[in-house]
């Protein structure tokens, strides 16, 4: 099994940045897609980007439309980690985000993080 702890959620102004952080406990080797998704309260959860790899090879990053341009996700397999750049944020990309790995035909969560834009 995998366990995930993000940190790095809060609340900042309409066009502020903040960076998610997501690191997995174990196996990080063998997980291969490892991302984001986000859930506003009423609303599904959706991916938000998601990052595939083959052991150390990172392959391709994916993206909703809703942040394509705003937010860069990268994995750092050294330190058994995942981070969301999210620039130019809008009251919109309030949510909680979910970090996800795949591991082994299976799909582990972290505990979520709160992120909350004011206008």
């Known amino acids: 099994q995998v366990q995930l702890v993000e940190s790095g959620g809060g609340l900042v102004q309409a066009g502020g940045s903040l960076r998610l952080s997501c690191a997995a406990s174990r196996a990080f080797f063998r997980i291969t897609d490892m991302g984001w998704y986000r859930q506003a309260p009423g609303n599904q959860r959706e991916l938000v980007a998601g990052v595939s790899s083959t052991g150390t090879i990172a392959h391709s990053s994916t993206y909703s439309d809703s942040v394509k341009g705003r937010f860069t996700i990268s994995r750092d397999n050294a330190k058994n980690s995942v981070y969301l750049q999210m620039n130019s944020l809008k009251p919109e990309d309030t949510a909680v985000y979910y970090c996800?790995?795949?591991?082994?035909?299976?799909?582990?969560w972290g505990q979520g993080t709160q992120v909350t834009v004011s206008s």
């Open positions: 996800y790995a795949d591991l082994d035909s299976s799909r582990y």
